[in-house]
């Protein structure tokens, strides 16, 4: 019975001894936290980055970096507040303003070549365009337009000024023009040389130029003379045709100097 009862006894021991709870694993304190974290430099760390998201935070909105300084360099048949208006970058973030954007806007008006835009800190944005140059005042429809060098049609001449000192050329076609359609660059080429040379060469004067998908270039003089050129083949000789009548004074109304049928009438009081 003693061995019985010694034996449960240390069975018991056993039991309560593997039962017994582990202790929890002892938690460093705050201020032990903190001196890790001061000496691996974790909490400067973590101190810098709070700061600089402060400071890019105060300076994405801060209101001396909106664009208020636009300077449009360049433009004469442009003007600058519509430049300005078209940029869409008044007051806007610098941050946020794509240059590259802008200048694709801007380029895709008639009358810019070419565009460049750069922005500077803190807020201001500069536009440099280099315009087409209005060369010929093509007039069509009871409208005026303006057309470069190259027979692009950038716009309608808004007033006289716009156009003072450039030829003109009336459109008897009937053909609808707008802006961003092109003019035949033969016809303007013909009627540059004709302005050129027809006075100096001929002692002809030109009143209007005209121009016609049928009897194509037509000049008319200052007397109402009628002069039929065509295209610009042959060009010397029509222009040798026209001085020599010219300087023999023959008076007349209406002349074609196209080479497939030439012509001249005299009826009608035409001084030459």
Same mark, same amino acid.
């Given at each position: 019975?003693?061995?019985?009862?010694?034996?449960?006894?240390?069975?018991?021991?056993?039991?309560?001894?593997?039962?017994?709870?582990?202790?929890?694993?002892?938690?460093?304190?705050?201020? &032990?936290?903190?001196?890790?974290?001061? +000496?691996?430099?974790?909490? $400067?760390? @973590? /101190? %810098? !980055?709070?700061? =600089?998201? *402060?400071?890019?935070?105060?300076?994405?909105?801060?209101?001396?970096?909106?664009?208020?300084?636009?300077?449009?360099?360049?433009?004469?048949?442009?003007?600058?507040?519509?430049?300005?208006?078209?940029?869409?970058?008044?007051?806007?973030?610098?941050?946020?303003?794509?240059?590259?954007?802008?200048?694709?806007?801007?380029?895709?008006?008639?009358?810019?070549?070419?565009?460049?835009?750069?922005?500077?800190?803190?807020?201001?944005?500069?536009?440099?365009?280099?315009?087409?140059?209005?060369?010929? &005042?093509?007039?069509?429809?009871?409208? +005026?337009?303006?057309?470069? $060098?190259? @027979? /692009? %049609? !950038?716009?309608? =001449?808004? *007033?006289?000024?716009?156009?003072?000192?450039?030829?003109?050329?009336?459109?008897?076609?009937?053909?609808?023009?707008?802006?961003?359609?092109?003019?035949?660059?033969?016809?303007?080429?013909?009627?540059?040389?004709?302005?050129?040379?027809?006075?100096?060469?001929?002692?002809?004067?030109?009143?209007?130029?005209?121009?016609?998908?049928?009897?194509?270039?037509?000049?008319?003089?200052?007397?109402?003379?009628?002069?039929?050129?065509?295209?610009?083949?042959?060009?010397?000789?029509?222009?040798?045709?026209?001085?020599?009548?010219?300087?023999?004074?023959?008076?007349?109304?209406?002349?074609?100097?196209?080479?497939?049928?030439?012509?001249?009438?005299?009826?009608?009081?035409?001084?030459?």
């Amino acid at each position: 019975m003693q061995r019985r009862d010694l034996g449960r006894s240390l069975s018991q021991t056993r039991t309560t001894t593997r039962r017994r709870p582990r202790r929890a694993a002892a938690r460093p304190g705050a201020w &032990r936290v903190l001196g890790e974290a001061l +000496a691996t430099g974790r909490l $400067a760390s @973590g /101190l %810098v !980055l709070v700061a =600089a998201l *402060a400071v890019a935070a105060h300076v994405a909105t801060a209101p001396q970096f909106r664009i208020r300084d636009i300077r449009v360099t360049g433009v004469q048949m442009l003007d600058d507040a519509d430049v300005i208006a078209l940029s869409g970058a008044a007051e806007r973030m610098i941050w946020t303003v794509d240059t590259a954007r802008i200048a694709s806007m801007l380029a895709a008006n008639h009358y810019v070549e070419s565009v460049s835009v750069h922005a500077y800190l803190p807020d201001r944005l500069d536009i440099a365009i280099t315009e087409r140059r209005p060369d010929i &005042r093509w007039v069509a429809g009871g409208s +005026a337009y303006l057309v470069d $060098a190259a @027979g /692009l %049609v !950038l716009g309608r =001449a808004a *007033a006289p000024d716009d156009s003072a000192g450039i030829l003109a050329i009336q459109d008897l076609s009937g053909q609808p023009v707008e802006p961003g359609t092109r003019i035949d660059i033969a016809v303007l080429s013909l009627c540059r040389e004709l302005a050129l040379r027809l006075s100096a060469e001929s002692g002809t004067t030109i009143a209007t130029l005209t121009w016609h998908p049928i009897d194509g270039v037509i000049v008319t003089t200052p007397a109402n003379q009628r002069i039929a050129i065509g295209d610009g083949s042959r060009l010397d000789e029509k222009i040798a045709v026209i001085r020599w009548l010219h300087d023999e004074q023959i008076a007349y109304t209406s002349l074609d100097v196209r080479p497939e049928a030439p012509f001249y009438r005299t009826d009608g009081q035409v001084r030459p």
